[in-house]
C-alpha cells in the first residue's frame, strides 16, 4: 500500500467547505475523492491537513489516501484534474511514510486574510478579498495582532458552532501589512477553531476603524467571552497558506518543492 499526500488549489467561493456532507455534493471532498477514486480504480476517501468552512480558499491544502495504483506523478496530477472542475486543482503528489498524517504529523497551519482598502469596491476577485472602504490604521492592527502570539485561551474569538474540545491554541506568528491598496493579516498556529481567524480579522479591523483601541483587544482575550470580539467577517478573503510537517525537518515551502 502507497500513501501519497497531495497538494491542493481551490477557490472555496462555491462550496460548502472542505468536508463531505451528507446533504449536499458542494464541498471540496467530494470532488477530490470522486476524481481521486477514478484514477485509482477504487474508492478513496481522503484525509486532510485542515477543514476549511465554507467559502474559505485554500493555496496549499494538503491531503492524503493510500492506494495499490501504480501511477507516475504526472500520470496522477493530470487525470485527477481532468475529472474536476475549474475551482479545485491538484498541485502535485507526494509518496510518503505510510505513518505520516496530513493532519496529525501537521505541527503548524498558515493562513491569510485579504482585505481591500479602497473607496472603490473591486471588480475582479470580488469573492476573493473583503472590501473596507474606511481607511484603516495598518500599524495599529500589527500591534494589537503581536497580542495573539503564544499559548492562550481564544474563547474570544471562537464560534458558537464550533466542536473543539480546548479553545486553548498556540499563535506563533500574526503580521497585518499593505501593499497598494490590499492589507494582508498573515498567521500561523498548531491549530484553528472555528471561525477563529475570520473573528480575530472582524476585531482588528475596529482597531483600524478607531471603533476599538489596542487595550481594549488585549482585554477582549483576557476575558475570553465571544460577546467582547468583532463580528465574524466574510469568508472571501480568507486563504488557507497550508501546513508544516515537522517530521519530515523541512520549512513548508521545502516540503512542496523536495517531497516528491
Known amino acids: 500500500m502507497i500513501r501519497y499526500f497531495v497538494q491542493i488549489e481551490y477557490d472555496g467561493t462555491d462550496y460548502h467547505g472542505f468536508q463531505k456532507q451528507t446533504n449536499t455534493k458542494k464541498t471540496i471532498q467530494h470532488h477530490i475523492d470522486k476524481a481521486l477514486s477514478k484514477v485509482a480504480n477504487h474508492k478513496v476517501s481522503t484525509i ?11 493555496l496549499n491544502q494538503f491531503i492524503h489516501f493510500d492506494t495499490k495504483s501504480k501511477r507516475n506523478i504526472d500520470s496522477w ?3 485527477v484534474n481532468s475529472y ?5 486543482a491538484v498541485k502535485n503528489f507526494f509518496k510518503v511514510d505510510p505513518d505520516m498524517h496530513a493532519r496529525f504529523s501537521a505541527n503548524s497551519r498558515s493562513y491569510v ?11 475582479i476577485g470580488s469573492h476573493n478579498c473583503l472590501w473596507v472602504k474606511k481607511l484603516l490604521n495598518v500599524e495599529k492592527m500589527h500591534r494589537a495582532a503581536q497580542h495573539l502570539l503564544g499559548e492562550k485561551d481564544f474563547s474570544a474569538f471562537r464560534a458558537s458552532g ?6 486553548i491554541r498556540e ?13 494582508f ?3 500561523k498556529g498548531n491549530a484553528f477553531m472555528l471561525n477563529m481567524v475570520r473573528i480575530i480579522t472582524g476585531t482588528l479591523i475596529n482597531i483600524g476603524m478607531g471603533k476599538m483601541n489596542i487595550s481594549q483587544f488585549k482585554e477582549i482575550i ?3 467571552k465571544r460577546t467582547n470580539a468583532g463580528k465574524t467577517i466574510s469568508a472571501n478573503g480568507l486563504y488557507f497558506l497550508g501546513p508544516e510537517y515537522n517530521e519530515l525537518d523541512y520549512s513548508k515551502e521545502a516540503l512542496l518543492n523536495e517531497l516528491d
Open 77 to 79: 496530477v493530470k487525470g
Open 48 to 58: 486532510c491537513s485542515g477543514r476549511t468552512d465554507a467559502g474559505v480558499h485554500a
Open 185 to 187: 493579516f498573515n498567521i
Open 84 to 88: 474536476l472542475p475549474a475551482d479545485i
Open 171 to 183: 499563535i506563533f506568528e500574526a503580521e497585518v501589512s499593505k501593499k497598494g491598496n490590499f492589507i
Open 162 to 167: 464550533c466542536q473543539s474540545k480546548t479553545p
Open 113 to 123: 486574510y485579504v482585505i481591500k482598502n479602497s473607496k472603490t469596491p473591486p471588480a
Open 222 to 224: 483576557k476575558l475570553k
